[in-house]
Structure formats: structure tokens, C-alpha cells
């Protein structure tokens, strides 16, 4: 069937909760970046779309309905052309600047780190057990996302000057009867309306909180 809801949000936008909603809602695998870090084998894959050859999307994304946060979320607008009939989500928080603090506090630490290089031949610890192509692979899409969406994540007003550019792009490109804009805070009601299914007699998930996702990193 493909893609039901392509994914448009930049990450630290609520992404592991609508990651685990959406699949409570479609009985379907929903891709994120933790997807990623957990299959190796498809850093290749978006390696080569940042290089322009992008993949057989219905193979690749075989069995899933929905994909948020990066890696997806970079080619919404392929991946909303290849599946025309998808919702296309903008998730997003409050305010730009509560945003950044999220995201500073922790994304971009690793990114600071992977953009950098480390130390000579050190892979990226999150994908210790890939292969070395693999690892070289997966250290090139992450560089190409946060390079590409930010250039230096060090300067925090470009960081936040592409953030607000890339909503106004989203806004501005999918048409409003396929687009929703969607923050954490509101829950069920929004994405059950747009998909048209039952709201779940259960709480929301709250996954991946700040202090989690630091955990995470320092491990």
C-alpha cells in the first residue's frame, strides 16, 4: 500500500512519540531515525539519495506506512510526489526557540561530534556493530543532514533561521487538504481526524523526553 503519512518534521519535534502514535494507529512499522541505527545496511541507501539516486521507495520502505524525523523527513518532498495520496506532517513545537533548546541539548551534541570526525578511524557510536562501509556511510548522511539544514550547527541563529525556513517551505509547497501541522501538546485528535480513524481510549505517547535522549547520548 505504501506510505500513508509521509513525515515532514525536523527531529526534536515530538517525532519518537508520533513514531510510536502512528503505528498504534495504522498496525504498521513506522520509519525514524532509530530505524536507521538499528538497520546498518540501509545507510548505503540514503547515502546515495543525498547524492541524487534515490531508491525504489516502495522496495525500500516495503512494509511500512508511515516515516517521521530524518532521514524521511529531508525528502518529504519526494517521497509526498511518490505517494501522492499520503498526509504529509509537519510536526513541530511551540516556538522556534523552545525548539532549539531541545535540539541543543541534544541532537546536536552528536552531530557536533560526527561533524567533526573524532578520532582518527572512530565510527559512529550509535552503529558500532555496522560494517566499516556501513559506518562511513552512516557518518556521511549524518553530516549531509546537518550540514545541509545547517551548515555550522554551532551558530545557533542559522540553526534557527533553517528550521523556521524549512516550515514556510512545507506550508508553502503541500497543499492544505494534504498537509498537517501538528505539535506534541495536541495530541490524538488531530491525526485521528486526518486519517480518519478512531482516537485511541489511551494517553499519547511521551517518548524520548530531553533527559532520555542526553541518557542515550552519553551511553
Known sequence: MGLRVVGAGFPRTGTTSLRKALERLLGAPCYHMEELFARPGD???WRDAFAGTLPDWDGFL????????WPVSWFWRELSAAY????VLLSRRE???RWYQSMDGTVLQGARHLMGGGPAGARPPLVATASAEQADAMQEVIRALFGG?????NDRDRVVAAYERHLAEVRATVPAHR??????SEGWEPVCAALGVPVPD???PHENTTAQAQARIRR
Open 43 to 45: 545507510a548505503p541507501v
Open 62 to 69: 516495503a512494509g511500512y506506512a508511515a516515516g517521521v524525523d
Open 84 to 87: 501522492p495520496d499520503a498526509l
Open 95 to 97: 516556538s522556534p526557540e
Open 149 to 153: 539544514a545547517f551548515g555550522d550547527p
Open 179 to 184: 498537509l498537517l501541522e501538528w505539535q506534541p
Open 202 to 204: 489511551e494517553p499519547f
